[in-house]
């Protein structure tokens, strides 16, 4: 039982404080395989994926995500974040099908959380990698509306739509989006550096597109009045 429980403190130091995920990842092991406790080994399996996932070892994420998923005993809190990071393993060995379906699942089956949210933009995002750009801007637009309190994924999915319409060549709309973002947030640094950049990015584009428009016009023979 001590052991157990200075084992608990240790992970918690290490994951959620010291952010030392390696050495959480080895914490959760001995958890995992000394635990008596049913809570404690359900703490350990979500350690598990969670630093599994830090450490972008991804086999070893859908391992545990399928151990706990597959497994009767468990509660529907701890089986709901096993198919978010099932989900997110799938997306990072780049099976975006399959990870829209496990995304919308956790959707359909989580009461509203940051997972719920994040899930939400992961979605958009997989429609907009497949070329939906339309189908990712309604996504976008309900994300804006039914997870406003995540303002975190809130930006991230603005960013998404600016992508979207620069998708469908409507630069102007992308622009004002991004500039909405650097105008009114003053939250995560790197959303802010993400929309300066693309915004950077889109004026660049624009300046590239104005000068070929002025070399289609001169590109014509002079004629002179004879």
């Given at each position: 039982?001590?052991?157990?429980?200075?084992?608990l403190?240790a992970?918690?130091?290490a994951?959620?404080?010291?952010?030392n995920y390696?050495?959480?990842?080895?914490?959760y092991k001995?958890?995992?395989?000394?635990?008596?406790?049913?809570?404690?080994?359900?703490?350990?399996q979500?350690?598990?994926m969670?630093?599994?996932?830090?450490?972008?070892?991804q086999n070893?994420?859908?391992?545990?995500?399928n151990?706990?998923?597959?497994?009767?005993?468990?509660?529907?809190e701890?089986?709901?974040?096993?198919?978010?990071?099932?989900?997110k393993?799938?997306?990072?060995?780049?099976?975006y099908?399959?990870?829209?379906?496990?995304?919308?699942e956790?959707?359909?089956?989580?009461?509203?959380?940051?997972i719920?949210?994040?899930?939400?933009y992961?979605?958009?995002?997989?429609?907009?990698?497949?070329?939906k750009?339309?189908?990712?801007?309604?996504?976008?637009?309900?994300i804006?509306?039914e997870?406003?309190s995540?303002?975190?994924?809130?930006?991230k999915?603005f960013?998404l739509l600016?992508?979207?319409?620069a998708?469908?060549?409507?630069?102007?709309?992308?622009?004002?989006?991004?500039?909405?973002?650097?105008?009114?947030?003053?939250?995560?640094?790197?959303l802010?550096?993400?929309?300066?950049?693309?915004y950077?990015a889109l004026?660049?584009?624009?300046?590239?597109?104005?000068k070929?428009?002025?070399?289609?016009?001169?590109?014509?023979?002079?004629?002179?009045?004879?």
């Open positions: 039982k001590y052991l157990e429980e200075s084992l403190k992970t918690y130091i994951y959620e404080i010291n952010a390696s050495e959480a990842n080895e914490l001995d958890l995992y395989k000394l635990a008596n406790l049913k809570s404690n080994r359900e703490i350990a979500i350690g598990l969670r630093t599994y996932f830090k450490l972008g070892n070893e994420v859908l391992r545990y995500a151990e706990v998923l597959n497994d009767d005993n468990i509660s529907a701890v089986k709901g974040e096993a198919n978010f990071y099932n989900a393993a799938l997306f990072e060995t780049k099976k099908n399959q990870a829209q379906v496990v995304f919308q956790v959707i359909a089956q989580q009461p509203m959380s940051k719920k949210a994040e899930s939400a992961y979605v958009a995002f997989i429609k907009y990698k497949n070329g750009y339309e189908e990712s801007k309604t996504d976008c637009f309900s804006k509306t997870y406003a995540y303002t975190y994924w809130v930006v999915t960013i600016s992508d979207n319409y998708a469908l060549n409507n630069i102007f709309q992308a622009k004002a989006t991004l500039q909405s973002i650097i105008n009114n947030y003053n939250g995560d640094q790197e802010l550096d993400e929309a300066n950049t693309k950077n004026l660049l584009k624009e300046l590239e597109n104005s070929i428009d002025m070399n289609d016009k001169n590109s014509g023979e002079i004629e002179f009045a004879k």
